[in-house]
């Protein structure tokens, strides 16, 4: 028996793929004969006895990950009449009569129905479950909203919505009463976007400034999880915005190991591999809304300023400062602030990013979903000790590559993600309903359990955005008094890192230069495009996270994804524990990068054909660009290994004499350390923590002080509501 043809049925009914091969497919060779999975194809005219299976091909279908695979198998060693004509055939009408389906979102009018109401015909497992979640009803608006809003931001890149203007470009009056406002006394820095930005906000209020952070949701509720490492989380202790002692309370869960595995049944045999132990990666759970709550009380304790449930609209930036102007979501009054700085922290819906980008905001997306969950699962399904960080237990499913990653959580919780990396496509944007959707139906193919049994905590879902960079000049990240971090500035690593990971890692040199910047008023956009987190040893894997994603509109074999991967992992497999884990934590070198490889090119030579029809010649050439860039890097940090040291020895004079041309050399010298994946000791700033109660039984942060009336355009009065 030899296996000819394996493909993907991009349906979830896989009755109407069985149908369509026993009475309207009409084979160009052969008699077909029904069978309980598919047909059988033999030489024998119809009503002979079918007694010559050498003569025979065998097409079969089964479902997994809700859509339909098929196999055809010939029983005998002898090629057959026409068989490559047969399959050839077979492979076209099936694409022509089951192609991809990228359907359009359910109307919703939250004033006539509830979101449920809207989306229960079309996702009826995600409103059921949703319905079984505390705050399900407004959790699974925001995943509508968000969806609604990205595929609103994809499909129209080159004109987005214009939120930042020059003094002056609005034709419309300004919304303030000027008298009022300058009355005020301005903020320093003003960030938008709660998660990421409260704890850069926090940061920056120790060291002094004023701060106000506006978040559209209530302050502290979290969409996503965050995991990390002990040593990734140490960079925030030893800047000073947390204590040993304060981390620990932080930590949800702590697993004894972490697994990496790829569905590998349908591979060649040169790109199977066993299950790669990390486990040191991911492998701490922190409680995201206690790390909010204590960042937020932290802000607030040095004075900073929150308005939560307040959505910005647009900002106009002059010579000296910036005007935002927002809403309060549920007054609809007017809140306006004016500061010398604003930050943009509102990740992959954010506005500003797609109309500073334009075109090129985002070249890639991971749409992730999935739930806290606790209880119900069997003895045995899971030992809670352990997390999986990267593993998929089958092939690309309707164009997409359906990677896990689960991680425990406190008291036996465990927090599950499914995600896939996606082309940036207007004609199929990516659909996080869709993939709760998913969710729902193939986690018990996943983990063994009974959805009805399981206790729902939350969702967890969002759009982690990917760029793929040239150099660290190629995106734009700021504009006059205005910057971007976190998914905003769409900087992270390809794996398994969002803007959380690469905000923490880079946090130190992000500080030490945004606080330069404002000490010496540097907050032009050629200043402020100098503090990102942007790394060239991560701009040259990007390769990696393009050999996940399926072009929208191309077939591939089904196994194509699986096969990369998992002899990328395999190799790693073979590497020291150390250098696995460098490179997963995005800390690899030049030499350690180029030695994987050269293996992998030569333990599956097709390798790069692979990635080469994945990618495209002009994709192909952009990474031979991001290559060269980051081995001159390399060179370049090499060469100038003193720079940083000698900067940081000389700092006091230099800031004295040219205060530009010293933090142009403090931005370059945090490139040729941090920017290579080799942060130094921490050195130049350090904020003295304030005492802040965390405890059980602690007050609350405060909520926000009430977005003010138009006319004042600031807080009217602080809230003691908790």
């Known amino acids: 028996m030899k296996e000819l043809l394996y493909l993907e049925v991009p349906t979830p009914d896989i009755g109407a793929v069985r149908s369509w091969l026993q009475t309207e497919f009409i084979p160009s060779w052969g008699h077909r004969s029904p069978t309980p999975d598919g047909i059988r194809l033999t030489a024998g005219a119809s009503g002979q006895v079918e007694d010559a299976l050498s003569s025979a091909l065998s097409i079969?279908?089964?479902?997994?990950?809700?859509?339909?695979?098929?196999?055809?198998?010939?029983?005998?060693?002898?090629?057959?009449?026409?068989?490559?004509?047969?399959?050839?055939?077979?492979?076209?009408?099936?694409?022509?009569?089951?192609?991809?389906?990228?359907?359009?979102?359910?109307?919703?009018?939250?004033?006539?129905?509830?979101?449920?109401?809207?989306?229960?015909?079309?996702?009826?497992?995600?409103?059921?479950?949703?319905?079984?979640?505390?705050?399900?009803?407004?959790?699974?608006?925001?995943?509508?909203?968000?969806?609604?809003?990205w595929r609103q931001s994809v499909r129209s890149p080159q004109a987005p919505r214009q939120v930042i203007f020059r003094a002056g470009e609005r034709s419309q009056p300004q919304p303030w009463d000027e008298t009022a406002l300058a009355a005020q006394e301005p903020f320093d820095l003003i960030y938008v976007g709660g998660a990421l930005g409260v704890i850069h906000a926090a940061v920056m209020a120790q060291l002094g400034y004023r701060v106000l952070l506006i978040e559209r949701l209530p302050f502290g509720r979290m969409h996503r999880e965050w995991n990390i490492s002990r040593a990734e989380f140490q960079s925030l202790i030893d800047l000073g915005l947390f204590?040993?002692?304060?981390?620990?309370?932080?930590?949800?869960?702590?697993?004894?190991?972490?697994?990496n595995k790829f569905f590998d049944a349908n591979n060649p045999a040169v790109a199977k591999a066993p299950v790669l132990h990390t486990p040191t990666v991911l492998n701490i759970a922190l409680d995201s809304e206690a790390l909010l709550r204590s960042c937020g009380k932290k802000l607030q304790a040095a004075g900073g300023v929150i308005w939560d449930e307040t959505e910005f609209d647009w900002a106009e930036v002059d010579d000296d400062q910036v005007t935002v102007v927002a809403h309060h979501r549920k007054t609809e009054a007017a809140a306006i602030a004016r500061g010398r700085l604003l930050v943009d922290a509102m990740g992959t819906a954010s506005p500003i990013a797609w109309q500073l980008n334009g075109g090129r905001a985002f070249d890639s997306v991971c749409p992730t979903v999935g739930a806290c969950v606790s209880?119900?699962?069997?003895?045995?399904?899971?030992?809670?000790?352990?997390?999986?960080?990267?593993?998929?237990?089958?092939?690309?499913?309707?164009?997409?590559?359906?990677?896990?990653?689960?991680?425990?959580?406190?008291?036996?919780?465990?927090?599950?993600?499914?995600?896939?990396?996606?082309?940036?496509?207007?004609?199929?944007?990516?659909?996080?309903?869709?993939?709760?959707?998913?969710?729902?139906h193939i986690l018990p193919e996943y983990r063994r359990c009974n959805l009805d049994k399981l206790t729902w905590r939350k969702p967890t879902f969002g759009y982690i955005p990917g760029h793929f960079s040239s150099n660290r000049s190629d995106r734009t990240v700021a504009f006059d008094r205005l910057a971007a971090i976190g998914d905003a500035a769409s900087l992270q690593s390809p794996l398994v890192f969002t803007g959380f990971g690469s905000l923490v890692r880079n946090l130190p040199r992000l500080t030490a230069l945004l606080d330069m910047a404002l000490r010496h008023d540097l907050l032009k956009a050629k200043h402020l495009n100098q503090i990102r987190a942007f790394q060239s040893n991560i701009a040259v894997t990007w390769l990696f996270s393009k050999g996940m994603m399926v072009p929208t509109g191309t077939t591939l074999p089904p196994e194509r994804v699986n096969a990369m991967l998992n002899t990328f992992f395999g190799i790693l497999g073979q590497q020291p524990p150390e250098v696995a884990e460098r490179f997963i934590k995005d800390r690899a070198s030049w030499g350690e990068f180029n030695a994987m490889a050269l293996s992998a090119a030569a333990q599956n030579p097709s390798l790069l054909q692979w990635i080469w029809e994945m990618a495209g010649t002009a994709d192909m050439v952009r990474w031979v660009g991001s290559y060269l860039n980051y081995t001159l890097q390399t060179f370049l940090s090499w060469l100038l290994a003193w720079l940083p040291l000698w900067v940081s020895g000389n700092r006091g004079w230099l800031e004295r004499v040219s205060p530009e041309l010293c933090f142009s050399l403090l931005a370059l010298g945090s490139h040729l350390t941090y920017g290579m994946g080799r942060p130094p000791a921490q050195q130049g700033i350090h904020i003295q923590t304030l005492e802040v109660s965390t405890g059980e039984n602690a007050p609350q942060a405060k909520r926000p002080a009430r977005p003010a009336p138009l006319s004042t355009g600031g807080p009217a009065s602080p809230d003691s509501g908790t």
Request: proline fraction near 7%; hydrophobic fraction near 35%; charge should be negative.
């Open 60 to 149: 079969f279908t089964w479902t997994l990950q809700r859509t339909t695979y098929l196999k055809v198998f010939r029983w005998g060693s002898t090629t057959l009449p026409r068989e490559g004509e047969i399959l050839k055939q077979l492979q076209r009408q099936l694409q022509a009569t089951f192609p991809p389906q990228y359907p359009e979102l359910p109307a919703f009018d939250p004033s006539q129905q509830t979101i449920f109401e809207a989306l229960r015909s079309a996702f009826p497992k995600t409103t059921t479950y949703f319905q079984r979640m505390p705050n399900g009803e407004a959790d699974l608006e925001r995943v509508y909203w968000w969806e609604t809003r």
């Open 375 to 440: 209880g119900g699962f069997d003895p045995g399904v899971w030992d809670s000790t352990y997390g999986d960080v990267l593993f998929s237990h089958g092939d690309i499913s309707r164009g997409r590559q359906l990677i896990w990653e689960l991680f425990p959580g406190k008291d036996n919780e465990l927090t599950i993600y499914l995600f896939h990396y996606h082309q940036v496509h207007p004609d199929n944007p990516g659909s996080l309903l869709t993939m709760y959707e998913d969710f729902f």
């Open 243 to 259: 204590t040993a002692e304060e981390f620990e309370t932080l930590i949800a869960c702590e697993y004894a190991d972490g697994f």
